[in-house]
């Protein structure tokens, strides 16, 4: 988290992208397995971990919900910081070059 290299992130941005839940839900799987994901696993991923159940109980409205907010609002946010690759064409998420910064946070 040096402030003096571009493609580091800087201290604001971290936080911002470790502010909301689903984010930090997102991080966490692509720390844990650094893997591509479809948005739908990685969204029934989000709901096990912030519903604490598992991904079979996961049920689909609440994976329409999850998967529309990571669509169109949290995806974009952390692709920006280059947390993740998000690919919305093929929708695919895979870790980017800053993820590791965050895991400390986390």
Same mark, same amino acid.
């Given at each position: 988290m040096r402030e003096d290299d571009s493609n580091d992130l800087s201290t604001d941005e @971290?936080?911002?992208? @470790?502010a909301a839940e689903h984010r930090r839900a @997102?991080? !966490?799987v692509l720390l844990s397995d650094p893997a591509e994901y479809s948005?739908?696993?990685m969204a029934r991923e @989000?709901?096990?971990r912030t519903n604490g159940?598992?991904?079979t109980e996961v049920d689909e409205e609440t994976l329409q919900r999850i998967q529309v907010r990571l669509l169109h609002h949290h995806l974009p946010h952390l692709d920006d910081q280059n947390i993740l690759q998000f690919d919305v064409e093929a929708g695919t998420i895979e870790? !980017?070059?800053n993820v590791d910064e965050i895991?400390?946070?986390l």
């Open positions: @971290v936080f911002i992208a @470790v @997102v991080i !966490d948005l739908e696993k @989000v709901a096990t159940t598992s991904p870790p !980017d070059e895991d400390p946070l």
